[in-house]
């Protein structure tokens, strides 16, 4: 997404930091991201906690492959569709991208 | 086996020379050398990225764990496959707009001061060097137990084909040999998992089932427990593998060498399969070891268990899968070191030499030089290391260097995008204070004193208790951050928060840039 042309020592970069599209991509970028990152962090660090501390876990869940195990599986299911998730939603924010882009730069 | 391995390493060899060969006639700038261009596209550099990631700790390293450790080993594979998810959601794309060749460089369109480029420089020739340290010595161990050659000889191969790639064939060759590893090390596991199926009736639960009576650990195999019994201690060695990804130098550096933001991304999402179905195959290659190769025989052969996948393969497929299997965990260290030699140069050539002591004046001919003669003296330095490293316990040093980056890096790129106020000041105390302590304490720990004779460099009680100091280390970087940065006063940074917010958001840059 490079611009082609040569105004960018006049790009006042304070101002459009504060134009309304440029805010409102951040706030809906965070707002976005935030709570999935608390979610993975928490699914993540709890696995070790319940291992640790509870032997909820240590249970069979189908046959001898415990919940240890499902709760893992688990996450690496969570890593694919976060990734998934997260490719979707990068693609709209492209397109704000490009606005002002167009906007502030061209 | 002895002819037919050495016609498979041969292979190997032949066909990544041949690659350097061709990758050496493009590349004439520096552009080229430390990101071939930035011409990757989105798959090549997804699996580029598998194959810098995947190191012999994720192949052999687990594969041994699991097998003798049951579930404990398999954390390694849920901790490493996680750091992706920081990766994407946080670091990928403003890493991709703001940088050049390095994470300094990202950090440095913040902070013009030098002495944040020297720290984030002394940080990843830190890093480099512990993680090279450890894939040199257990090439060395590992290609002197398949072939049979002594272990001097092992390095100095492993170190001169790494040497010749960088050298002649910088980031193109780097970055293709990884495709190539990445190609040979999914072919690999895929083959023995399936293997290991098969003897299983493709009977997936009935493999736990049967898993429970392999082993010595009995049920235990299957629970969290067999070797960290203190959850701090568990949950620090976590710590260090979710966040450290974030801050690996030779992690990071792939992201330069595709045209924007948009493809970063997606060669995050073709890493995140590639290395996702990687670690769920650790499992097979972990319990069919356990239980077809049995844990005495893995231990005879190395303590650690990191012979376990290449025996493995030796029981189900015979030697021509072994001799397979070998080479692939030749081709795995290759593609690893390569891509260290070529972050451990630009952190030298790029940020020492050109932007510090050139202040960012140097010719393109000056740049490839530079970096030609930075790349070289990273090799010989660490070959003479592994050299004199044989008999020492190394492999604790892969957790020690994803600890670093996640206490001394992690911190000052996250609030180099995302805080306005943070400045150079916390910049330089977040980076030091994190290498400091993560160094200090792993000193005083177990993996470098311990009362067992023979398991550290000393003998004695460890001052620090955990063998991973990541609990400590990386909060002590996040407050340095914030503790530099509150009692520093508001200077002219923070001018510059608004130019790498615009770019870190939406890929733009001036030209010549």
Known sequence: ?106 | MDILSIAIFVGVIGLTLAITYWAAKQTTTASDFYTAGGSLTGWQNGMAIAGDYLSAASFLGIAGAISLNGFDGFYYSVGWLTAYLVVLFLIAEPLRNLGKYTMADMIGSRFQARKIRGAAALNTITIVLFYMLAQLVGAGALIKLLLGIDYWISVLIVGVMMTVYVLFGGMTATSWVQIIKAILLMAGTIIISFLVLLKFNFNFIGMFDAMRTATPHGEAFLHSGVVYKDPIGLISVLIALVLGTAGLPHILMRFFTVKDAKTARSSVIYAVWIIGIFYVLTIFLGFGAAKFVGADAIVAENAAGNMAAPMLAGVLGGELLESFVAAVAFATILAVVAGLVLSGASAIAHDIYGEIIKKGKVTEKQAVNAARIAALSVSVVSILLALGSEKLNVAFLVSLAFCIAASANVPTILFTIYWKRFNTTGAVASMLTGLIVALVLVAMSPSVVNPVEGAAFFVGNPIFPYTNPAIVSVPAGFLAAIIGTLVSSRGKDEVYYAEVKFKAETGYRELGR
Request: glycine letters at 2%; zero cysteines; hydrophobic letters at 50%.
């Open chain 1, 1 to 106: 997404m490079m611009s082609k042309n040569n105004k960018n020592k006049d790009l006042d970069f304070e101002k459009i930091i504060n134009t309304p599209e440029f805010k409102s991509l951040v706030k809906r970028k965070a707002a976005f991201s935030r709570p999935y990152v608390i979610f993975f962090f928490a699914v993540f660090f709890s696995l070790p906690i319940l291992t640790s501390y509870t032997s909820i876990l240590e249970a069979r869940a189908i046959g001898w492959m415990t919940w240890t195990w499902v709760y893992s599986f688990g996450i690496f299911i969570m890593v694919w569709v976060l990734t998934s998730i997260y490719m979707n939603k990068a693609k709209e924010f492209d397109k704000d991208v490009e606005e002002i882009l167009k906007k502030n730069v061209l």
